[in-house]
């Protein structure tokens, strides 16, 4: 089963990986990732636990173009 994302919810943790990168992640991005996930999965029917992974496996290690 392919898990669902959102543009926005990809956007919002590539900004939060930008900020963990640098050394300067807030609680507040961090946060705000965490209940965009979680309001996600509610409303998709899908794990909470499986959107994070995806949206993180996205953000962190994308495919190569093809």
């Known amino acids: 089963m392919a898990i669902e994302l ?15 990168q640098e050394g300067r992640l807030t609680v507040a991005t961090a946060a705000a ?9 509610a409303a998709t029917g899908q794990s909470r636990y499986d959107v994070e992974q995806e949206v993180k496996r996205r953000v962190r290690h994308p495919e190569p173009d093809a």
């Open 6 to 20: 959102t543009d926005d919810l990809i956007a919002l943790e590539e900004a939060a990986w930008v900020e963990q």
């Open 33 to 41: 990732v965490q209940q965009a996930i979680t309001a996600h999965a």
